[in-house]
């Protein structure tokens, strides 16, 4: 529990940290990298370089002070930390480091009016937050190692298969090298790849492709230009090598409901709807799957979800091509927009939607469907990377 002293601190010295928060992120990272290399491993570098990382730290510093009475009001945000961290086998010494280079980075910002009182106060609510994310993702850790075919940190998988599913997208099939069960996952829910790249370990979430039910993880993943790992994968993983992975973690997951569901996603967005595809028409849902692509050389798994139509009569399939090619005719042209949501989606029946693709996508799909009376409580997304805002309109 915080001390009444140091909450008064934290509320007086909040606003010019909100003011600062991007300032101090910063110099958070850079110093972190030198004083603790080993820990970069940790941090995808592309979202470093974009500023993603910092944006969404600085954000997650000001929500949690701004909340130290109504720590009940973060908890889909401390639930998103704690299973990203699960995902990466952030351990509870990981802990003090960042705790000792914000610190230092809020002197170095602050210079002489961040006093020790200050930095005292600001060092007791930072341990505050780190002691309620170390115990739920010990909890978190317990669950998956408790599972038929779980495991608690870092697995050996070889990898079995390598399939193009488009120009740019390719899945790769993975079993563990061990032989023992492979843990079921909720569809939704993403890995962790750890392997090594140019001498350099490094990390990467990759949601899973595939059905629960199936003997392997799938990941498929874009080809990103200059993408250090997806370039990896795909010009460099061969069928027997291996790779390390960590349990499935997430909670953008298929949740039980008699509503009608959509599950709406552009480009490579597509992965995780495709595990959460056949489960859902299994369960006598009415589904709509809805899809944008640049064209019918960039779209993925076009075949696997046409076959599934032609299997399920509570299925409704709708594609658009931003950028379509000789030959795509039969294929409305143009982007997803409000028009387009409106005839696609059953809005009368109050569905479930779930959507997922790049931030200018998601930012006007999260627009349109508000604007649609979508109820907020209906709407589920996720992001590739760290959580960024939806509600300013896509530039």
Known sequence: MLSSQSRALIDATLPAVKDNARAITEVFYPLMFKRYPQVKAYFNQAHQAQGTQRQALANAVVAYASNLDRL??????????????????????????????????????????????????????????????????????????????????????????????????????FVPTDGRPLAKFKPG??????????????????????????????????????????????????????????????????????????????????TPTISMLRPALESGREVHFVHGALNSATHAFKDTVDRLGSEYENLHIRYCYSEPMPGDEAIPAGFIDRARLESFLPLSQQPDVYF????????????????????????????????????????
């Open 189 to 270: 829910q993403f890995i962790t790849i750890i392997l090594e790249v140019d001498g350099t370990i490094t990390r990467r979430n990759y949601s899973l492709s595939d059905s629960p039910d199936q003997p392997h993880y799938r990941i498929s993943v874009k080809r990103e230009p200059n993408g250090l790992v997806s370039n990896h994968l795909h010009d460099t993983l061969n069928i027997g090598d291996r790779v390390k992975l960590t349990a499935p973690c997430g909670d953008f997951v298929l949740q039980d409901s008699a509503r009608p569901l959509v599950l709406l996603s552009g480009g490579v967005g597509l």
């Open 72 to 173: 009940e009001l973060l908890g889909d945000a401390v639930s998103l930390i704690v299973q990203k961290h699960a995902s990466l086998n952030i351990q509870p010494e990981h802990y003090p480091i960042v705790g000792e280079c914000l610190l230092a980075a809020i002197k170095e910002v602050f210079g002489e009016t961040a006093t020790d009182e200050v930095l005292n106060a600001w060092g007791e609510a930072y341990q505050q937050l780190a002691d309620i994310l170390i115990t739920a993702e010990e909890g978190l850790y317990r669950e998956n190692e408790q599972k038929l075919g779980g495991w608690r940190g870092e697995r050996e998988f070889h990898l079995i298969a390598k399939e193009r599913e488009s120009d740019l997208i390719t899945s790769f099939y």
């Open 356 to 395: 997922l693709g790049p931030k200018a996508f998601m930012q006007n799909c999260y627009r349109d469907l508000k604007a649609l009376n979508v109820p907020v409580e209906h709407i589920r997304f996720e992001f590739f990377g760290p959580l960024e805002a939806l509600e300013s309109p896509a530039a």
